[in-house]
């Protein structure tokens, strides 16, 4: 399995996120340092992503939900619905991302580093998450000694 490294542009685009809890959460604090064209789709809403802000609909998932959307995490801790949110998505010639599967993903993140107009990405092509995190923080470090 093999992921492209690459950047998207993202602004006037919109990013869903079907699930509202904490598995949700971790990969909201990476996507919203680039956007806040976020929507959390899920029938109940943790109160830590409830008090980001981004816009909500309360109900289970639909695939008419997911229309106009430019990517999709499926991030509900269900992994049949993952699938089959995975497969509505795709139908709809969309992007998805099952959070914490990359072998059922169009695309994985990277662990991000941003620092002012830079950002520095570190991918083990989903093998190896906590190396990437190691590898990004030593580069955090470097660009902190830098300043």
Avoid: Q
């Amino acid at each position: 399995m093999v992921f492209l490294p690459l950047n998207l542009r993202i602004d006037n685009r919109s990013i869903l996120f079907v699930g509202g809890g904490s598995l949700a959460m971790h990969k909201i604090r990476t996507v919203e340092r680039f956007t806040r064209n976020i929507t959390i789709l899920a029938p109940e809403i943790d109160p830590e992503v409830h008090a980001r802000g981004f816009s909500e609909i309360l109900k289970p998932s639909e695939k008419k939900d997911l229309e106009g959307y430019f990517l999709v995490y499926a991030a509900t801790g269900d992994h049949s619905l993952d699938l089959c949110i995975r497969d509505d998505a795709r139908s709809l010639g969309i992007l998805v991302n099952v959070i914490d599967n990359r072998e059922e993903s169009d695309f994985i993140s990277p662990a991000v580093l941003k620092h002012d107009d830079m950002t520095i990405a570190v991918s083990s092509n989903g093998m190896n998450a906590r190396k990437s995190v190691e590898w990004r923080n030593r580069i955090r470090d470097m660009v902190e000694s830098w300043e």
